[in-house]
């Protein structure tokens, strides 16, 4: 690739002084797991298989509903945000595919685009469509809903709003559309709320209808936000049941913050890989409600757990184990180039981590009810430094050992601040 935007150069000059250190602490981690029976090679090409997706909003600051404080060189279309994204996957090399959301990414020419995004050695993730807002020049609005509006103008506009993603998701290469949708009320008695779900489902029904075989239709459940007092699709229970109502190529979607504060999230993993209805993920952390914190920033704990969850379900797979991963969250107070590397180290640590929990002594400890001796399983693999492992699989697939130092080191924002036009102010939420 020639034209990516760090050069290879860069990043090895950086990497140089780094390497012999390194090396010392990958072999001493190596010895240390090979105590306990695991090789460390096979734990990293573990980590070189895996990968996280970025969502193409996250490359552009984030904002509240009060206020949005862009900063210089910042993105203001898919094109930028694309070289963005190379950035990110250039240094951590675990994140070679983008999720785009429309209408905002939309071009005219979607083929050109993927060729654009695979120039940068990107593909492309779930197809995230938008009936949360409405457009300019639309014939229907949302404010009272979409796909379960009463309007069943705007109901139909929604179904065809997601049909036209699906068409654009296949120019790009895509195999998943995320549904999310803002539907839901403020008030007591606003809606009823068993009709609502009604007309959701009859109208998901044909979005669901219009997916290719190959294709995965992926709901996210949002228990608050914007609507205050309801949402449609509240909670776990509400999508898998829409999930199992649409059928087999249905499954759910987690945001870590769309649940209420303290919820178990760990557990509906688990459940929901049960019953085959385990679609994917949506990575940020949380603090209070819908935070889109940086992932691990908060609880990397649970994280850690959820993880665990899922090495335990890729172990015991039930009708298949395909989620897919990706960041979804609002970076309002740092560079968004900088959040997502570091977010997807911390995704890649907790990913790692699951994978060198001892799962034979976890299930001999579960099955003699040694209580402390199962936590301690978890504990013992949680508590494990896997820097090393995830830096020697970045250094060998040409990524940076350092990833925030040669990124700030590159300059590259300083240079989009030169070439890019500014970003204008006001509120902008995502
Ligand atoms: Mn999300």
């Not at 602490?25 to 996280?52: C, H, P, T």
């Not at 492309?124 to 009463?150: C, E, I, K, M």
């Not at 699709?233 to 249905?250: E, N, V, Y």
């Not at 679609?279 to 908060?298: A, E």
Request: overall charge negative.
């Amino acid at each position: 690739m020639t034209n990516m935007p760090i050069s290879a150069d860069l990043i090895a000059e950086h990497n140089a002084p780094q390497i012999e250190a390194l090396q010392e602490d990958y072999d001493a981690l190596g010895r240390k797991l090979a105590r306990g029976g695991v090789d460390i090679d096979a734990i990293k090409a573990r980590v070189a298989a895996f990968s996280v997706a970025v969502p193409s909003w996250g490359a552009g600051r984030g904002g509240t509903r009060f206020a949005k404080f862009p900063i210089p060189g910042e993105p203001t279309n898919i094109h930028e945000k694309l070289e963005d994204c190379a950035v990110i996957n250039q240094l951590g090399r675990r994140t070679p595919r983008v999720s785009p959301h429309f209408p905002w990414d939309k071009v005219s020419d979607f083929v050109a685009l993927r060729e654009e995004a695979a120039a940068l050695g990107l593909g492309w993730d779930a197809v995230n469509s938008n009936t949360f807002q409405d457009q300019p020049g639309q014939a229907h609005s949302y404010a009272n809903g979409s796909l379960s509006s009463q309007d069943a103008g705007a109901r139909q506009q929604a179904v065809e709003h997601n049909i036209e993603c699906i068409e654009i998701g296949r120019q790009l290469g895509s195999t998943d559309l995320t549904v999310w949708v803002g539907d839901g009320t403020n008030f007591p008695g606003q809606q009823d709320l068993g009709r609502s779900l009604d007309r959701y489902l009859d109208a998901a029904a044909q979005i669901y209808a219009a997916l290719p075989d190959d294709w995965r239709m992926l709901l996210e459940h949002k228990m608050f936000e914007p609507a205050f007092y309801s949402t449609v699709i509240s909670d776990w229970g509400s999508s898998i049941l829409a999930a199992q109502t649409l059928g087999d190529k249905c499954k759910c979607l987690v945001d870590l913050g769309h649940h209420a504060p303290n919820v178990n999230i760990e557990q509906i993993v688990a459940r929901l890989h049960r019953f085959g209805k385990l679609g994917g993920f949506h990575f940020n952390d949380s603090k209070y409600g819908d935070d889109d914190l940086d992932s691990g920033s908060i609880n990397p704990h649970q994280l850690f757990l959820v993880f665990n969850e899922l090495a335990e379900a890729e172990a015991n797979p039930r009708d298949g184990f395909n989620p897919s991963y990706m960041i979804d969250q609002s970076h309002n107070v740092t560079d968004p180039i900088e959040s997502m590397l570091s977010s997807a180290e911390t995704i890649t640590a907790c990913f790692t981590k699951a994978s060198l929990v001892d799962r034979a002594a976890l299930h001999a400890a579960q099955e003699a009810n040694d209580t402390m001796m199962a936590f301690q399983a978890l504990r013992r693999a949680y508590t494990i430094d896997v820097a090393p492992i995830l830096a020697m699989a970045r250094m060998e697939a040409g990524g940076a050992i350092d990833v925030l130092a040669t990124y700030r080191a590159s300059q590259y924002r300083a240079r989009k601040a030169q070439e890019r036009k500014a970003v204008g102010l006001g509120a902008g939420i995502v």
